[in-house]
């Protein structure tokens, strides 16, 4: 990561605070696990310190899941490992449209000579054809740039991005419209990095920004997209070593996981 380690306990730290959940979801009136047959499968092996060959791993990894039938719900991990995840995805099912929550569109080239990275998931993707995103919209970008080109560079890619004023005077059925409206039909991948939540809220991440979401906010958001069918999900970037007492973040990203798989579970 470019900027504060340890996204790598960040699985480890959301798996024991998912143990406070229940597995009934009554916003949403759905019985997550009565209606899921769900696993845990396991941490991917990976190679410290090779984030190409890390990113190949995850993709070798998941593509048989996905082949099976089965959607994933990946835990990261800082953001990269999300390009694995899409190489399987897009390996069954051709390029997706995506929907990101996230306080950076993670479009970045190179980054101190660095192509893979944190900061460039996307860019890769669309550069391997994992990604449509004339079907994707990206929501929640704020914080400092390095100079003003760098506002339109997702859109320069043909992401549709709301940023994150724009999200919050939205409210969340004319968000929920807005993601409709862009993705048309195919498959779908859902990513939610929590940076994308306040520090106040998710202090645990490796690239905070100030003036993001609240954890109320957030699963509004993700609950005005009830009725889609996303073929996978991620939450990424929990960070625990700069986590605060009672681990707001992992609790918060259990949370969001919980919403996502009520998701899937809405999806039919």
Do not use: K
């Amino acid at each position: 990561t470019t900027n504060r380690p340890g996204a790598r306990f960040g699985p480890e730290a959301i798996r024991s605070a998912s143990i406070a959940l229940r597995p009934y979801n009554p916003t949403q009136d759905a019985q997550v696990f009565g209606r899921l047959s769900v696993a845990d499968l396991g941490d991917v092996p990976v190679t410290p310190g090779n984030a190409q060959r890390t990113v190949s791993q995850i993709a070798e990894h998941l593509e048989p899941i996905v082949r099976s039938g089965a959607r994933t719900l990946c835990l990261g991990g800082d953001h990269l490992v999300v390009l694995g995840e899409l190489r399987a995805y897009a390996a069954v099912h051709g390029p997706l449209g995506l929907v990101l929550l996230d306080a950076h569109a993670d479009v970045w080239d190179v980054y101190v000579g660095e192509r893979y990275y944190h900061g460039s998931p996307f860019r890769r993707a669309l550069e391997e054809g994992l990604l449509d995103p004339g079907r994707s919209l990206l929501a929640g970008m704020r914080g400092s740039l390095y100079a003003p080109e760098d506002v339109a560079m997702p859109t320069d890619l043909g992401f549709e991005v709301i940023s994150c004023d724009e999200l919050v005077a939205l409210d969340y059925d004319e968000y929920g419209a807005r993601v409709r409206e862009r993705i048309g039909e195919g498959p779908l991948f859902l990513s939610f990095d929590i940076d994308v939540l306040d520090p106040a809220f998710a202090p645990g991440t490796g690239t905070p920004e100030a003036g993001g979401l609240s954890t109320r906010e957030a699963l509004g958001y993700l609950r005005a997209l009830r009725g889609l069918r996303f073929s996978g999900y991620d939450v990424v970037e929990v960070s625990p070593p700069y986590d605060g007492p009672g681990q707001p973040t992992a609790v918060a990203a259990a949370n969001v996981a919980f919403e996502l798989l009520t998701l899937d579970v809405l999806a039919g």
